[in-house]
């Protein structure tokens, strides 16, 4: 096998996972990872979406001995020479790893998994984050109180840092206002990074009036 051949094949591999892992983190409200954690989540994405896929098209062809799809041992076609992975399989895994994206954002915020473990009674707890790291999973459109500029972001917030104590905010769409709730600009994107204990951050309600019109912030 030359290097070209493994190059070509190594991409049809992690193209699913690519795919998966980019949608996956469209829907989530993407924290910091080191790269190496985000490639492994491509590498994983892109072997369970291929082994998914294989046993779906084994499905189907219980039934319909014509489909012209067949599964294929991936880790045999990367292996070996003179092989090719068949598109009509690399397609099938791109659509099962789109729908993994989707399966597993609808567990996160539905929070499976701990209330699978409530249900068996291994655990009492909720869940496993900190507060930090699911405060912005019912709503993404946040005040944020700066204690060292004294001004006021109004805005969504889209990335965000780990639990570290130097916490950095991305803001989309922000309205800025000062320490007298006047209105100082607009911004498309603001980038804030401060001390955990430098600012607070609040919810208000969607109907409220003065999210609505997006007008002086009540200090």
């Known amino acids: 096998m030359d290097f070209f051949e493994f190059l070509q094949k190594f991409f049809l591999l992690l193209l699913p996972g690519t795919l998966g892992t980019y949608l996956f983190n469209l829907l989530n409200i993407h924290k910091e990872e080191h790269y190496y954690f985000e490639f492994l989540k491509i590498v994983i994405f892109s072997f369970t979406s291929y082994l998914l896929s294989d046993f779906l098209i084994s499905i189907i062809k219980l039934f319909v001995p014509s489909f012209i799809c067949s599964p294929i041992d991936i880790i045999h076609q990367i292996a070996s020479a003179n092989t090719t992975i068949p598109t009509s399989n690399v397609v099938w895994a791109i659509v099962?790893?789109?729908?993994?994206?989707?399966?597993?954002?609808?567990?996160?915020?539905?929070?499976?998994?701990?209330k699978l473990a409530n249900f068996l009674n291994l655990t009492g707890r909720i869940d496993n984050q900190t507060v930090w790291e699911h405060f912005f999973d019912d709503n993404d459109i946040v005040i944020l109180r700066d204690s060292v500029?004294?001004?006021?972001?109004?805005?969504?917030?889209?990335?965000?840092?780990?639990?570290?104590?130097?916490?950095?905010?991305?803001?989309?769409?922000?309205?800025?206002?000062d320490q007298y709730s006047e209105f100082l600009y607009h911004a498309q994107k603001l980038y804030?990074?401060?001390?955990?204990?430098?600012?607070t951050i609040e919810m208000q309600d969607e109907n409220d009036t003065t999210n609505q019109n997006k007008g002086v912030i009540k200090s």
């Open 96 to 114: 099962v790893s789109l729908l993994l994206a989707c399966l597993f954002t609808k567990a996160i915020y539905q929070n499976w998994l701990f």
């Open 149 to 177: 500029t004294k001004n006021t972001y109004y805005g969504k917030v889209y990335s965000y840092s780990d639990n570290s104590p130097n916490r950095e905010i991305c803001f989309s769409d922000v309205y800025v206002y």
């Open 192 to 199: 804030l990074s401060r001390a955990h204990n430098k600012f």
